[in-house]
Nanobody, 121 residues
Framework: QVQLVESGGGLVQPGGSLRLSCAAS????????VGWYRQAPGKERELVAS???????NYADSVKGRFTISRDNAKNMAYLQMNSLKPEDTAVYYC???????????????WGRGTLVTVSS
C-alpha cells in the first residue's frame, strides 16, 4: 500500500505564507506526476498546481505568481509554498500522486486526506 500524508496547514493572516508538505510512504517504486488540489466549502475540488516527473509545472490562474510546487524525489516528498495568501485560498488542500508500486509496477492515483488552510484576520 501507498500512503500520502499532508502537513503544514493552519491559520494565517491575509498576505502571509504557508508551506505544505506531502510525504509518500509504502511500496513505492517511483512517483510520476504530483499535484496539489483544494476544496473550499460548498465548492468542487480544483487543481492548484501540478509537477511532472520531467519538471513541467502547471498552476491554476488564481495562484500563479504566488504558489510554487516542488518535490524531493530522494525523500518522496512534495511541497507547496504559498505566499501572499488571500481569504479565497481558504480550503482543504489535498496531495495527489501517480505512484508506481514496487509490488505490481502498476501506476496508481493516490490521495492524501488533506490539510486545512484558513486565511483570515
Amino acid at each position: 500500500q501507498v500512503q500520502l500524508v499532508e502537513s503544514g496547514g493552519g491559520l494565517v493572516q491575509p498576505g502571509g505564507s504557508l508551506r505544505l508538505s506531502c510525504a509518500a510512504s509504502g511500496s513505492i517504486f517511483s512517483i510520476n506526476a504530483v499535484g496539489w488540489y483544494r476544496q473550499a466549502p460548498g465548492k468542487e475540488r480544483e487543481l492548484v498546481a501540478s509537477l511532472s516527473s520531467g519538471g513541467s509545472t502547471n498552476y491554476a490562474d488564481s495562484v500563479k505568481g504566488r504558489f510554487t510546487i516542488s518535490r524531493d524525489n530522494a525523500k518522496n516528498m512534495a511541497y507547496l509554498q504559498m505566499n501572499s495568501l488571500k481569504p479565497e485560498d481558504t480550503a482543504v488542500y489535498y496531495c495527489n500522486a501517480a505512484v508506481v508500486t514496487s509490488r505490481s509496477y502498476r501506476s496508481l492515483q493516490v490521495w492524501g486526506r488533506g490539510t486545512l488552510v484558513t486565511v483570515s484576520s
